[in-house]
């Protein structure tokens, strides 16, 4: 599935296949090459025009040769230039041999490198071809410029930090910047590559946009081009019944908090009408703190299939302080032909069978969002949980075809992803969102757009990117009331 270029997120392997039709395309692959180590020279000079001496690091493959194409540049322009280079750079091949031999002066090596005050460090060291952890030479090297806290300019990505998932494989670079090449690959979004790469900037090396089209799949960032066009479904002038019923259940009654939380958001965030639903010990609690929402006495699994009668009723909300699991397992289940939002408790309910929750939602369409932290991740998917080897990407495309649910795995770095393949990566979060009530919050909000009938995949990415527009909003030191008040409309 082509996505937007801008919002499109590119994994190493398939920047490699873009390479290789770009090659066969007839492209000069040293051209580039040439292209990208001249934008790396080019946001040196920019940013650090005060610098004594820019040194370069270079590796043994093609993000090495990046580096010698900046250095040549770099000098040509004045610039005083050291060049220190992992390995004997007798052996660097094909375009990196020849942009080391342009550069033309002898280099040292890596392990002579002594930081100094007024060095600005080039990282060319690894970029996608990264595939174990950095050797101690380099890790060295990397904790030598860190005591001396000098600017790191990264070339594609911070040595040490995975393309892929955005791990560290051993130890990395804390760039201040860095230069990748044509979109971004995933460990430029996802923790903790995302802060090692510093400010990001995304360079045109002139790869054709047919070619990238052609091997990009449906990972992106999370932004409105991914629901545009289903915010008309929010039209504040429509009836109320137009504008979706959303239902909340409530927990007991010492546990109300955290439902009405989600019930305020879903009605903030556009859902026409809002019922929180409580058993009847609660409903003294829930009655002396609701105006707009509307409550109704719903004590048990009876009570709730009568109650389903209602098909004005597009969406419900289950587990923000639910509490009594064996309930929320059964209403889960009566709720399977209904869109669900399910999330803290309801999630937790189905630890010890997930493939009952599973199977009960795999007809139709996708009409179930989960939203776990990683807590909750682990109990219903301990396998994917488990499995060093995937992203955080690769986990919730895993759960989300598993169950037939979209799945909102949150975090700073909160992926969102569907059964269909599609994930979205979300970045708009400020640190203080991970507050008391937030998680209830956007339950809400999703839970809001699903009443409105946006399909799930759409409902989760444009509530998880609301909820992150309203804690920006709402500010430092905000509390979970305070993040329903600012959530804004959703932008056509
Ligand atoms: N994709 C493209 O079209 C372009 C790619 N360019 C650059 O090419 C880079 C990718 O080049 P490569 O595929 O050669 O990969 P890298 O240059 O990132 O590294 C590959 C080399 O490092 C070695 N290696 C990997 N992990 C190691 C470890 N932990 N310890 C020691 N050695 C290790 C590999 O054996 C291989 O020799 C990109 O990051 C980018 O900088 C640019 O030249 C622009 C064009
Ligand atoms: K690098």
Redesign the pocket.
Known sequence: MPVDRDDSIITPAE?SA??RD?ALSGID?FR??TS?GTAVSAAALRLYPQALRFVVLC????????GYIAAAALHASGAQVAVHALGDPAHLKG??ARACAGWGHAGEPLAKYRPRPGDIVIDAL??????????DEVAAVMRAVGSEQLPVIA???PSGVDGRTGQV?GESFHASHTVT?MARKPGHLLLPGRTLCGSLEVFD?G?PQRILAAHTSGLSENGPHLWAGQAHALDPSAHKFKRGHLAVFSGGPLATGAARLSAAAGLKAGAGLVTLASASAALDANAAHLTAVMLKEIGDAGALARWLADKRIGAFVLGPGFGDLETARQYALLLNDRALVLDADGITAFKDDPSLLFEAYAQGETHLVMTPHDGEFARLFPDIDADPTLSKVDRAIAAAKRSHAVIVYKGADTVIASPDGRAAINTNAPPWLATAGSGDTLAGIIGAHLAQGMPAFEAAAAGVWRHGRAGAKAGEGLTAEDLAAAIEPLPA
């Open positions: 920047m873009i390479d770009a692959s580039l090459m990208a590796g043994p493959g093609n993000n090495g040769g990046d375009d990196a690894f970029g996608a071809g990264l595939s174990r952890a950095v050797p070339v594609d990505l494989l090449f090396i790869i």
